[in-house]
């Protein structure tokens, strides 16, 4: 690790208030503000009441400058610099109240729709493929050249859309643990040959050389670069379609020019990618099922 640097690509970017006020932007509200509902994060240590809500946080102090707030799935973190006291809080919690309300209900209503979105491991599941669904066959009556999976796309009678299925070497009595191992197996290869590819096409336009890529599992992070030319990409990128797929890859290509998020760097990945920031939000916006 030594004289190495690490950039990272957050999984699940969390919404935070910088320190410049200004630096905010209030888009549409994707949920709706329901007064008396409460937020309770886990590591709760201080509670306030925002916008006829009552929100419980976790607080921390630290070296910093301002007081400032960060909304993930667990729910809001305060973090306040040594010399705040509880009424420069309060004072601060109010002011963004609406925003911070606003925030913590688009999270509830994003876990929501996670647990939903939940697979089950069985025949006929459905999963998404490079932004298609696919739909998963169990057909004990093929080893598929080793592999226990084959994708096939079925045309249909008569001119409508064609689908394609995923058909796993496994009996009908599998497990669900059995059936996902299968298919996670299945997507991880395809993951390491589509993502090979892509960083062959993107390293030349940016001028720079990869040296190594792993597969990676976390669950923070989409990718990372480090400055020997080490590549991390998480192995889910393959349910988005390739376009996303492909900012993902340029961006850490990008940093192995830039080790940093400046300006500089954005405009190294809009040399390759123009609507980056487009699909930098589909990230945020669109999420993953649950793997379980």
């Known amino acids: 690790m030594s004289g190495l640097v690490q950039l990272a690509l957050d999984f699940f970017a969390p919404a935070s208030l910088t320190d ?6 209030h888009r549409g509200a994707t949920a709706e503000l329901r007064p008396g509902v409460e937020f309770r994060h886990p590591r709760a240590s201080r509670e306030a009441r925002l916008a006829d809500t009552t929100v419980a946080y976790e607080f921390k102090r630290g070296k910093r400058r301002t007081i400032g707030f960060s909304v993930g799935p667990d729910g809001l973190v305060v973090s306040a610099p040594r010399w705040a006291g509880p009424a420069e809080i309060q004072a601060a919690l109010q002011d963004k109240a609406l925003w911070i309300v606003r925030k913590l209900e688009e999270a509830r209503v994003r876990h929501d729709k996670l647990a939903a979105s939940r ?11 490079l932004g298609q669904s696919l739909r998963l066959v169990l057909d004990p009556s093929h080893a598929y050249a ?8 079925e045309v249909h009678a008569g001119g409508g859309p064609s689908s394609n299925s995923l058909r796993i070497g496994l009996p009908h009595h599998a497990t669900e643990a059995q059936i996902r191992d299968a298919v996670q197996a299945w997507l991880m290869r395809q993951a390491r040959r589509i993502f090979t590819e892509r960083l062959d096409h993107f390293a030349p336009r940016l001028g720079v050389q990869w040296r190594k890529l792993a597969l990676s599992s976390a669950g923070t992070r989409w990718g990372s670069a480090r400055s020997d ?20 890859v340029a961006h850490e290509l990008s940093h192995l020019r830039v080790m940093d998020h400046s300006p500089r760097f954005w405009d190294t990945v809009r040399s390759v990618m123009p609507d980056y920031a487009d699909l930098r939000q589909h990230l945020t916006d669109e999420s993953v099922p649950p793997w379980s």
């Open 20 to 25: 410049d006020a200004a630096a905010i932007r």
């Open 146 to 153: 080793n592999f226990s999976a084959q994708l096939l796309t």
């Open 119 to 129: 697979i089950i491991w069985q025949d006929g599941a459905e999963f998404q493929f």
């Open 229 to 248: 030319g080490s590549i991390r990409l998480h192995w889910r990128l393959v349910h988005f379609r390739m376009a996303v797929i492909d900012y993902v």
